[in-house]
C-alpha cells in the first residue's frame, strides 16, 4: 500500500512531467515533507540512507537534477565547491552563513532591484539572484 506522502510525490512528478519511478517518488517525498529547505545532493543522499532507501549518490545528484529541469526545485549557486537546491521556486533571495554552510531565504518584499541591464539582443532576463553573504559580528 502507498504512503500519503509518497502518493502526493507521484502526483508532484507526474504535473512536471517526469515519470514516478521508485527512485524519483522515495527521493520526492524526502525532499517535500519538511517544507521548503535548502539542501545539497550529500544531505539528501544522507537523509535517504537513513531512511532506507538504496540509492546512490549518482542517482541523487541526477535527481536533484531532473527535478530541476522540472521546476520542481531551483539550483543555488552559493559557493563553487558545494550546489544547493531550493524546495521554493518562487521569485525570492538569499542569506549564506559562512562557516556554517547554511542558506536562509529573504522574502522578495525586503529587496528591490532597479537599474538592470538590457540583456543581449533576443535574450530575455529568467531570473535575478541575490545571495548576501554573513559572518558573525568581530569583536
Do not use: C, W
Not at 100 to 119: K, S, T
Amino acid at each position: 500500500m502507498m504512503h500519503e506522502s509518497e502518493t502526493r510525490a507521484e502526483e508532484r512528478l507526474r504535473r512536471s512531467g517526469l515519470r514516478p519511478t521508485r527512485q524519483r517518488v522515495a527521493l520526492a517525498g524526502l525532499i517535500f515533507a519538511k517544507g521548503d529547505r535548502h539542501l545539497t545532493v550529500e544531505e539528501l543522499h544522507e537523509e535517504a540512507v537513513e531512511a532506507g532507501v538504496p540509492v546512490s549518490l549518482a542517482t541523487v545528484y541526477n535527481t536533484l537534477h531532473q527535478f530541476t529541469e522540472a521546476g520542481m526545485i531551483r539550483v543555488l549557486a552559493v559557493e563553487s565547491a558545494r550546489t544547493y537546491f531550493d524546495t521554493n521556486v518562487s521569485d525570492h533571495h538569499h542569506f549564506f552563513i559562512e562557516g556554517r554552510n547554511e542558506v536562509l531565504d529573504i522574502p522578495v518584499n525586503n529587496i528591490a532591484i532597479d537599474n538592470l541591464p538590457e540583456p543581449p539582443e533576443g535574450m530575455e532576463i529568467a531570473h535575478v539572484d541575490v545571495i548576501i553573504r554573513l559572518r558573525p559580528k568581530r569583536a
